[in-house]
């Protein structure tokens, strides 16, 4: 870890793309935080659904849609890594001696878990599994101190994460809601912040 960045723990939080973010994937675009360390990060962008439904999701892995709740959701560009994988947010679903039910999950702090395996999507088409879902075909990620850097050039904004933002807020809404979690609103930031 360099030196000239104190840590920070940016796990359960929003990352905000300011204005001035031109790069086409993460321009006004909201990423969930489901791992921050000194290794680097992991995240989920929120707001950028794909022209995929999730029954063709589920089409594609051979699994029938057992939940009419789900059938008009978007499956989301999570990010440019793995984009052939599927990541699915959901709220934690416990088992006994308090672990996650499915395979492989990570439990984020703050109450929701991610899981990559196809279990969860199993419980799904069957008509059970987690009753709140956000499915990604990929994921963002950064190297050690990369997220660090970019946040100290002005290229995100940061909050502690609301679930319902991720789950009941409309797509098209997500941005300006996450940027009202810090009082803001897109118009009073410059594209131009911090360069003198």
Known sequence: M?????????????????????DELFAR???????????????????????????RLFEKVDLPMGRDDLALLPVFQGGPVQTERGFVLHEAVEGGAGESVY??????PGGLEMTTSKDVLEAMSS???PRKVFVTLGYASWGQG?????IT???????????????DVPV?????????????QPWMLSPDAGHA
């Open 153 to 167: 050039e002005n290229s995100w904004l940061t909050v502690e994460a609301d679930p319902s933002l991720i789950f």
């Open 172 to 184: 098209s809404e997500r941005y300006e809601r996450a940027m009202a979690l810090l009082g803001l």
């Open 146 to 150: 990369q997220l660090e850097s970019e």
């Open 127 to 129: 008509g059970a599994g």
């Open 29 to 55: 675009s909201v990423v969930f935080m489901c791992e921050h360390s000194e290794r680097g990060a992991l995240g989920l962008v929120i707001n950028k659904p794909s022209d995929i439904l999730l029954p």
């Open 103 to 108: 395979a492989s999950t990570l439990s984020i």
């Open 2 to 22: 360099s030196a000239d960045f104190a840590p920070i723990n940016l796990t359960n939080h929003f990352l905000i793309a300011m204005p001035g973010l031109s």
